[in-house]
């Protein structure tokens, strides 16, 4: 199934809930008793963040895609896995002077990919969320991403994302691929960047914890929006309504 940007806008519109008979929070996408929102935190990105995300990944619990969008004060995440590229520069703006979070390994037979410039900055950030599987999906079915520079991590932290499992060991989730990506274009930043790590921590736990004790997402959310009014990383009513408005 392919949404071009306007399909997207219609569907974003209905909200992109999934349909059930459950109540789903409109912001992340979560049932409401398993809602994030509170634990929001904003973060003020230098660049740009356009997050390309794969449609099986709208609803995956474990997905930080969306508290990735969440944080960011400057992103914008569209759900699709083809993209025209006219349709999708009307909608975000020029793509001239992006680049293509995306280690430097080929889909298939295309051209090598053109490294990004040292010590330059993009216009904007492109990332995909999805499997690596589904990501070389995506380069395949939007070629005009092949033409962008792309840009490698340089020595990543070890990833904290133990409870999904990664085709391949530097692999790292959206997240915090992307909290790396902006920390090395903003000259290693580490305190901007700080609170998406530690809403990522808590986020992380949150699963694993319903792992660990055999419980549906929902009840795991449950249990953590009691423990939440204490959490440091509660944000406060005028940032939830922030965050909400974002969405």
């Not at 909200?15 to 996408?29: E, F, G, I, V, W």
């Not at 997050?51 to 709208?58: A, N």
């Not at 569209?78 to 992006?98: I, K, N």
């Amino acid at each position: 199934m392919a949404w071009t940007v306007a399909r997207y806008a219609r569907r974003q519109t209905m909200n992109t809930l999934p349909a059930s008979s459950r109540p789903y929070c409109p912001h992340c996408l979560r049932p409401a008793s398993a809602c994030i929102c509170h634990c929001v935190v904003e973060v003020d990105n230098r660049v740009d963040v356009l997050i390309l995300q794969h449609p099986l990944e709208q609803h995956h619990a474990k997905g930080s895609g969306r508290l990735l969008h969440l944080c960011l004060r400057r992103s914008r995440l569209l759900v699709g896995d083809s993209f025209d590229l006219q349709e999708l520069e009307a909608a975000c703006g020029p793509m001239a002077g992006a680049w293509l979070l995306y280690p430097p390994t080929q889909p298939d037979a295309e051209g090598a990919a053109t490294p990004a410039p040292v010590g330059a900055l993009p216009q904007r950030l492109i990332v995909l969320d999805a499997t690596w599987r589904k990501s070389r999906q995506l380069l395949r079915l939007n070629p005009w991403l092949l033409r962008l520079p792309r840009l490698e991590l340089i020595e990543p932290p070890a990833s904290r994302y133990g409870i999904r499992k990664a085709e391949r060991d530097d692999q790292r989730s959206t997240l915090e691929a992307t909290a790396c990506a902006l920390q090395q274009l903003d000259a290693g930043d580490t305190a901007r960047y700080a609170p998406l790590w530690d809403v990522f921590d808590r986020f992380v736990e949150l699963q694993r914890r319903a792992r660990d004790h055999g419980m549906t997402a929902r009840t795991a959310g449950a249990a953590f929006a009691r423990h939440a009014a204490g959490d440091a990383l509660a944000a406060p009513p005028a940032r939830q309504a922030g965050a909400a408005k974002k969405a």
